[in-house]
């Protein structure tokens, strides 16, 4: 089992007691799903997520049904796990589908390639994940106190393929995932149990997890040392193939951007450099590295459980030391790590001599038909018409595969034909924008995010018009609260929500994501934002140097030089805690 130091219940946090007591994620699942409630408990919801699902419920009428005397409007988020977003023909449109018949009719990508379905309710859950694992998906371990959904780099250029990034993320995910059957149990109805599953008590046996799996979620990402377009540092456990000897990948262990506005002692972190190791002995540096969690993580305080915390504690020495114990490996010393860029994979793309690859900019993530273009319907008749498979980016874009070179003209006759913005047509910060959903589905969400984005970044454009400086090309992320689910603190502007009317402004990022960005004004309010940013761009305008990109003049010039250009928070009292 885990040979985890036990803990008293007096300094578990209630989730660590939901989780010892779930009978290997089962609780009371079944019985809650035919009882004729539109909701799951508040235990369950807990277990739901390594499940794959979220409670919800829909927060534009949250008000209005209070007023009148009504329940809640309840719903669930479901979620993909899609190691490396790589989704073949049938499985993408088998996606499609359900979207359709059981979500809003969107696709949601998400910064870790997997996909969300939207505005499911609690009677069509069990329906959607049969559906789901019919094309060989699932949604086990999307969310919870796991492993997640393994992140890699999409590209589909042929130096990068000759890696196997998408082989080994798909290693990676199957070794980690829960070994208890109450996934297969409960939404199969027992079919595809393994052996080993169906073994211990009651099949929940963890050999890895344990009873009480994790303190928290683990993140694990991969991709090469010549593109960070995953933010692999901002992953639990970062992994980096060595593109000049492919057989070694370098290891870097503690990152995480969750963060809380009312607790100074949580903070987004980068991965630090921990070793470099051959191939064939990755596995044990990674069951040592979740099994050091799993035994030292913290397990009373859940804002202070990421695997971040205990390498800020420990240091990487003594961590190397420990995973040493564990694996008996003699490992070297990683001393520095940056990569050189981070790509979008947007445009074309040569996959060999016949065939190519082309990445369609989705704006936020969301697949679906707007007045801004008929995504859902372009993507999946020219998946359908051409056989092509599909690579979803940690950018929330698309990339169609396996295109006939033939077919060129076709692809893009038919994206202008429903509306579809080529990658060309866009202005620099529109290209690289994107947000996390937030309202009106998200939990968490203290404002708004994916539907307040086009609007800013329209006064934005508006503004680099009018000093006519709109080709200037900087990247811009945004989320609903300070979770940093799309991973803000690595944006050139990050703008994270404080509050239903503000945000708070983050500079100073590179855009290749080995450096966060800085607080330079908190409790900005909505209508102000362009205007804080204004004298920035200004100042980055009249004094970069030849070449130099918006977060690294940021960086040079200093936050602290910056600062005096931002106005004041709405109130005093954020002004006091953030020291500005």
């Known amino acids: 089992m885990t040979g985890r130091t036990s803990q008293s219940e007096t300094t578990e946090s209630k989730v660590e007691l939901i989780k010892q007591s779930s009978n290997g994620l089962r609780g009371t699942i079944v019985e809650e799903l035919s009882n004729g409630l539109p909701n799951f408990s508040g235990e369950s919801e807990q277990l739901l997520k390594f499940h794959g699902i979220y409670n919800q419920d829909n927060r534009d009428t949250r008000a209005d049904r209070k007023r009148a005397g009504l329940d809640i409007e309840h719903i669930c988020m479901i979620r993909l796990a899609i190691p490396g977003g790589r989704l073949l023909p049938e499985q993408y449109l088998a996606a499609d589908k359900l979207a359709e018949a059981f979500g809003n009719r969107t696709l949601r990508v998400t910064t870790r390639q997997g996909i969300q379905f939207h505005f499911v309710t609690k009677q069509n859950v069990k329906a959607l994940i049969r559906k789901v694992n019919e094309v060989l998906l699932s949604t086990y371990a999307g969310c919870g106190d796991v492993v997640r959904n393994v992140t890699a780099c999409p590209s589909p250029a042929p130096e990068i393929e000759l890696l196997k990034l998408g082989e080994l993320a798909n290693q990676i995910s199957k070794r980690y995932k829960p070994a208890s059957a109450a996934y297969y149990e409960i939404w199969l109805d027992g079919e595809n149990i393994t052996a080993s599953q169906a073994t211990g008590s009651g099949g929940q046996d963890e050999p890895l997890y344990g009873a009480s799996y994790l303190p928290r979620k683990f993140k694990i990402g991969l991709t090469t040392t010549l593109d960070n377009c995953i933010d692999v540092l901002s992953c639990d456990l970062a992994l980096a193939i060595d593109e000049r000897d492919p057989d070694m990948i370098h290891v870097l262990v503690g990152g995480g951007l969750g963060r809380s506005h009312s607790d100074d002692t949580t903070m987004p972190l980068l991965a630090k450099p921990l070793t470099s190791v051959p191939r064939e002995k990755l596995f044990q540096i990674i069951d040592a590295v979740i099994s050091i969690q799993r035994d ?240 920035i761009v200004l100042l980055y305008a009249a004094h970069a140097h030849d070449g130099e990109e918006f977060g690294d003049f940021c960086h040079r010039w200093g936050i602290d030089n910056l600062k005096p250009f931002a106005p004041e928070p709405r109130r005093r009292n954020i002004a006091v805690a953030q020291g500005v």
Request: with cysteine; glycine share 8%.
């Open 296 to 535: 030292h993580g913290n397990r009373a305080d859940r804002s202070h459980a990421r695997f971040k915390y205990l390498v800020e504690e420990w240091g990487v020495d003594r961590l190397r030391g420990e995973v040493e114990k564990r694996t008996g490996l003699q490992l070297q010393k990683l001393h520095h790590m940056e990569f050189p860029n981070s790509c979008d994979h947007l445009g074309w793309i040569e996959q060999s001599e016949n065939r190519l690859a082309y990445g369609i900019k989705v704006p936020s993530g969301r697949i679906a038909d707007t007045a801004g273009g008929a995504y859902r319907t372009a993507i999946r008749e020219l998946v359908a018409k051409f056989n092509l498979s599909v690579r979803f980016t940690a950018k929330e874009d698309v990339i169609l595969t396996q295109i006939p070179v033939i077919a060129r003209s076709e692809i893009i006759a038919t994206l202008k034909s429903f509306g579809i913005k080529l990658v060309e047509e866009y202005t620099g910060i529109s290209r690289s924008a994107f947000a996390c959903p937030a309202l009106p589905t998200c939990g968490l969400a203290l404002t708004e995010s994916e539907r307040f984005l086009p609007t800013f970044l329209e006064s934005f454009n508006q503004l680099l018009d009018g000093l006519t400086l709109s080709h200037l090309d900087i990247e811009i992320r945004m989320t609903g609260c300070p979770n940093g689910c799309a991973r803000p603190y690595l944006g050139e502007i990050g703008l994270v929500g404080r509050s239903k009317r503000s945000y708070d402004i983050y500079l100073c990022a590179d855009r290749a994501g080995n450096r966060l960005g800085k607080i330079y004004a908190a409790d900005v309010a909505t209508e102000g934002l362009v205007d804080a940013l204004e004298p």
